[in-house]
Every structure is written in structure tokens, then in C-alpha cells.
């Protein structure tokens, strides 16, 4: 059973940083392609960031381009999302998603077939 656990989140100022991760058990991690979504309070959950199944590709929603970051472990079974220069608008809960047959890095949420519970940040001004 595929299970997709995140951790790292928390609260931190305006400007801090954050590091996401999320642990993938019960898959053959490396034939997925991962993502990062969020959704903030009152608004629809949203693409943040996505990597295939290799690493070699990545995209970034033009929200955290050049703020975020997206990588995986394959040996560790776990993807992260490094965050810089946080914003207030950063603020939500943000989830981890895995897609079978990953030879891109997907941006619509239809793309993925698991997800995790979330994790919430926080940006405090």
C-alpha cells in the first residue's frame, strides 16, 4: 500500500526557509514522478512543484521560480522541497503526490494517483 508521509513544516518569519520532505513507502519509488501542491486557506489547492521519476526534470509554478527548490533521494525514497526567501502568501498546507510512469515532471493534480496528508507552513510577518 503506497504511502506518502510529510514532514518539515512548521512556522517561520517572512524571509526564513523551509525544508519539506516527504518519505514514500509501499512503491518502487523511482518509477514515480513526484510533486509538491498547497493549498491555502479559502483557495483551491495549487501546483507548486514537480519532478520526474530520474531528476532531470523539474518545473516550478512561476509563484516559487528561483525561491523553491524540488529533489528527490531515490535510495532514500524521499522527495524534498526546499524553500528560501518565504513569503506571507507562502502560507498553506502542502502536500506530496506520486504518479506511476514518471518521465516528466507533471503540473496538473489529475496527473497524480497518491497523495499524502500535508504538511503545514506557516510565514509570520
Known amino acids: 500500500q503506497v504511502q506518502l508521509v510529510e514532514s518539515g513544516g512548521g512556522l517561520v518569519q517572512a524571509g526564513g526557509s523551509l525544508t519539506l520532505s516527504c518519505a514514500a513507502s509501499?512503491?518502487?519509488?523511482?518509477?514515480?514522478?513526484m510533486a509538491w501542491f498547497r493549498q491555502a486557506p479559502g483557495k483551491e489547492r495549487e501546483f507548486v512543484a514537480a519532478i520526474s521519476w530520474s531528476g532531470g526534470s523539474t518545473k516550478y509554478a512561476d509563484s516559487v521560480k528561483g525561491r523553491f527548490t524540488i529533489s528527490r533521494d531515490n535510495a532514500m525514497n524521499t522527495v524534498y522541497l526546499q524553500m528560501n526567501s518565504l513569503k506571507l502568501e507562502d502560507t498553506a498546507v502542502y502536500y506530496c503526490a506520486a504518479r506511476l510512469g514518471g518521465e516528466l515532471a507533471y503540473i496538473k493534480q489529475t496527473s497524480y494517483h497518491y497523495w499524502g496528508q500535508g504538511t503545514q507552513v506557516t510565514v509570520s510577518s
Open positions: 509501499g512503491m518502487t519509488f523511482s518509477n514515480y514522478a
